[in-house]
T-cell receptor, first 114, second 114 residues
Framework: EPEVTQTPSHQVTQMGQEVILRCVPISNHLYFYWYRQILGQKVEFLVS????????KSEIFDDQFSVERPDGSNFTLKIRSTKLEDSAMYFC????????????FGDGTRLSIL | GENVEQHPSTLSVQEGDSAVIKCTYS??????FPWYKQELGKRPQLIIDIRSNVGEKKDQRIAVTLNKTAKHFSLHITETQPEDSAVYFC?????????????FGTGTSLTVIP
């Protein structure tokens, strides 16, 4: 069964540095998402992406964040000038269609900001 | 925006008993409701979902019911097994423009006691 893959599995970064989290969605999927889960808390929606542009974003997804699909297969989340509170598990997900379709999650990247 | 509340936060049941987890949502525009199972340190995995034009859906030992009028939906697990132990998240999805947002509940930690 095809899977969403994310790299790296764990990223440790100094506060103030930029990080790029990478995701390879399932190949025939058209919609991509990033979520954040702070340890022990619920999953929080960050952004959805379709047709090479952001289709929806949450209040969390401020100017510090950006997403990109640089080469037709990868889907990246960039966090500029990281803060301690950015420490969390970041999940990428994809779905074949936008509406009422199950999302397939990757294994996540654990981001630790020191 | 949408607000999803989930209860209980923890639930312990004896093996073989049933478990019920309840969620409420606030925005009547929500029309897709997935349930995810998340084992410790792993990705959320979709276990069942329901669309707003359906009142009930069943898949073996798992069922979901939806009451649109009352804006609540529930997960029912029958004949629970130790491997059902995990955190369960409900979610509500609203279509916004070309994208959609998913709002997750706070999770229920289910423990099935052998």
């Amino acid at each position: 069964e095809p899977e969403v893959t994310q790299t790296p599995s764990h990223q440790v970064t100094q506060m103030g540095q930029e990080v790029i989290l990478r995701c390879v969605p399932i190949s025939n999927h058209l919609y991509f998402y990033w979520y954040r889960q702070i340890l022990g808390q619920k999953v929080e929606f960050l952004v959805s992406f379709y047709n090479n542009e952001i289709s929806e974003k949450s209040e969390i997804f401020d100017d510090q964040f950006s997403v990109e699909r640089p080469d037709g297969s990868n889907f990246t989340l960039k966090i500029r000038s990281t803060k301690l509170e950015d420490s969390a598990m970041y999940f990428c997900a994809s779905s074949p269609q936008v509406f009422s379709q199950p999302q397939h999650f990757g294994d996540g990247t654990r981001l630790s900001i020191l | 925006g949408e607000n999803v509340e989930q209860h209980p936060s923890t639930l312990s049941v004896q093996e073989g008993d049933s478990a019920v987890i309840k969620c409420t949502y606030s925005d009547s525009a929500s029309n897709y409701f997935p349930w995810y199972k998340q084992e410790l340190g792993k990705r959320p995995q979709l276990i069942i979902d329901i669309r707003s034009n359906v009142g009930e859906k069943k898949d073996q030992r798992i069922a979901v019911t939806l009451n649109k009028t009352a804006k609540h939906f529930s997960l029912h697990i029958t004949e629970t097994q130790p491997e059902d132990s995990a955190v369960y998240f409900c979610a509500a999805s609203i279509r916004v423009g070309t994208g959609n947002q998913f709002y997750f509940g706070t999770g229920t930690s289910l423990t099935v006691i052998p």
